[in-house]
């Protein structure tokens, strides 16, 4: 999907490509003036509301300011750092209304772009230096050199000179920096303060910090609520289904959430949003797929209809209790054993034995809808509260989905169903003893 990043400021269908919603985040980030409320992060999140109050307050003041103003954030990821720039305008109707964010798009300094990220048309829609931040925490020089400095210039370049110094910049930490010692971590961050306090922008040291996971989380459901025009007093809010490689987010307004921890009292533009907010950790697209190869692995090998010495299988089946640590190594014993393993879901290029109800089979044991709970309702053997009533939007991994198979957004489950078992069961002989009737 193209960037557009001037196109989500206009209503959109209620599937959100992964791009449009990454850069909303990013604006969310900004939007989102309150934190989560959890007991040992208390006087933290009073300190950064309070922070970002000022902020947020110092951007609106600039109500009669012909220009727009902007505001950079930097996205540091596990893969690459990119920056993100954005006017900032009034809304239209005065006090109150939602702020137009708009991104700049790369296009803006197509000479500033670092090179790095040329190479490929897709990333070249990026402002973003490989590799992840990560990397540099035994290296101040490269911080500044190769990550960090790239992308300020790619922001002089396109935020006017005399609006530098009123510009703010705010550096989000997220998986590749949680994995981090809390030691390296404070290395790091304090190496990165120090680069941004140097820069041509405004900077103060609480606007570069590491967010965690259900931060994340509220995040994608403050973009998506902006995008949709959701914030607005009065509107009911949609709730965020965010389906990533490793994790899948939940997220939605909730009257009453009984467990505390995942309970976020957020504060957007002034009204106070009461949450629920999840992060499932390995339901995530990839994880859930190396777990359905690790389950049919373990049962070949007991069945005996894989040798026990395929190369890499057993080690596989091994790698099973050390996945957390060795994801990487992980992944490429996996498609190590992928040629071996008789996978129901799969027949392109790998042993044809699609078969949908097997398929179908191996899904709802890898999601385990049976794992117990400790309250009602529950959702993946966690307490969830009640979702009647309300409107999810799916995002991210199931927009990718959903555009595989070339589904329009309202698509039904059913439909998915229904094109996913003719998938599966496409180059079979017999289709219809594969789909099962
Ligand atoms: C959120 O705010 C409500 C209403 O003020 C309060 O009852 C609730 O305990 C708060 N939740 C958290 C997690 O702080
Ligand atoms: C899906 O949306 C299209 C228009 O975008 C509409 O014509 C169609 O009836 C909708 N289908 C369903 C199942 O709601």
Redesign the pocket.
Known sequence: MASNSRSWLTPQPSLVGKQQVALLQQAAMLLHTGGRTVRRRRRLWFVLAALALLTAGALLLSRRAAEPRYVLVIDAGSSGTRMYAYTWREGLGGGGATPLLAGVPSSAAPHKVPRRAMPSKRAYQRVETEPGLDHFKDDAEGLQAQALGPLLEWAEAVVPRRQWAQTPVFLFGTAGLRKLSERQQDVLLAGVRGVLQRSAFRFLPAWARIISGTDEGVYGWVALNYLEGTLRAGSDTLGALDLGGSSLEVTFAADSVPWREDAVNSTVLGAVHQLYSHVHHHYGLNDAFDRSVTMLLARQLASGSVEGDTPGSGSAVGAEQQQEQQQGAHRGLLAEVLEEVQHPCLHDGFRQVSDYEACQQLALAVVDASVPCSATPCALGTPQPSTVGHRFVALTGFFVVYRFFRL?H???VATLEEVGAVAVCSRWVDAKACLGN
């Open positions: 329009p309202n698509a039904s």
